[in-house]
T-cell receptor, first 117, second 113 residues
Framework: DVKVTQSSRYLVKRTGEKVFLECVQD?????MFWYRQDPGLGLRLIYF???????EKGDIPEGYSVSREKKERFSLILESASTNQTSMYLC????????????????FGPGTRLTVL | GENVEQHPSTLSVQEGDSAVIKCTYS??????FPWYKQELGKRPQLIID?????GEKKDQRIAVTLNKTAKHFSLHITETQPEDSAVYFC????????????FGGGTRVLVKP
């Protein structure tokens, strides 16, 4: 059974603070993703990683950075939190595509609801 | 990049009735279309998916249809039950983008007993 965990369910930070959101998966998945979820906007991809020390920008990377030092752990960093980063943050992981037509389910963590005051 | 639009944003149905959610996508290179269900306070979970070489797929009370020419795909839930109440997200993936998904805005479905 795939398990994706996130370090906090709820987090309250102040404007300008540096914020770390941690995600850990225990299924040896190569792919890991960070999304933010806002009402009416669905899930928007912030960053993703296909391998250790590898990262790629998603659709809304501004104001965020990531770190992947170990295969099982993918961290999202808000260098200087702002109020418009108040949101639900979801981490996901999946196996890589192994062929031209293969796709693999993304497994999500429980989410971290971040409030920036 | 890919853009996915989802309608309606909310849907209220009577228990036993059918529910239909529609999505359109912009990039004709998209070839994989999953649907995720998120119950209140829980994480999204894959419920069904369809590939571009298939026009329809069914799994018990849920089915997905795909019209590649029109670039839209739909989720159909028949004989709705209270446990179908959730937010549903459609998504699209381009082969060249690996496992990257672009999600629609979500549909909140409420099944009234």
């Amino acid at each position: 059974d795939v398990k994706v965990t996130q370090s906090s369910r709820y987090l309250v930070k102040r404007t300008g603070e540096k914020v770390f959101l941690e995600c850990v998966q225990d299924m040896d998945h190569e792919n890991m993703f960070w999304y933010r979820q806002d009402p009416g906007l669905g899930l928007r991809l912030i960053y993703f990683s296909y391998d250790v020390k590898m990262k790629e920008k998603g659709d809304i990377p501004e104001g965020y950075s990531v770190s992947r030092e170990k295969k099982e752990r993918f961290s999202l960093i808000l260098e200087s939190a702002s109020t418009n980063q108040t949101s639900m943050y979801l981490c996901a992981s999946s196996r890589p595509r192994t062929g031209g037509s293969s796709y693999n389910e993304q497994f999500f963590g429980p989410g971290t609801r971040l409030t920036v005051l | 990049g890919e853009n996915v639009e989802q309608h309606p944003s909310t849907l209220s149905v009577q228990e036993g009735d059918s529910a239909v959610i529609k999505c359109t996508y912009s990039d004709s290179a998209s070839n994989y279309f999953p649907w995720y269900k998120q119950e209140l306070g829980k994480r999204p979970q894959l419920i069904i998916d369809i590939r571009s070489n298939v026009g329809e797929k069914k799994d018990q009370r849920i089915a997905v249809t795909l019209n590649k020419t029109a670039k839209h795909f739909s989720l159909h839930i028949t004989e709705t039950q209270p446990e179908d109440s959730a937010v549903y997200f459609c998504a699209a993936s381009i082969k060249a983008a690996g496992n990257k998904l672009t999600f629609g805005g979500g549909t909140r479905v409420l099944v009234k007993p």
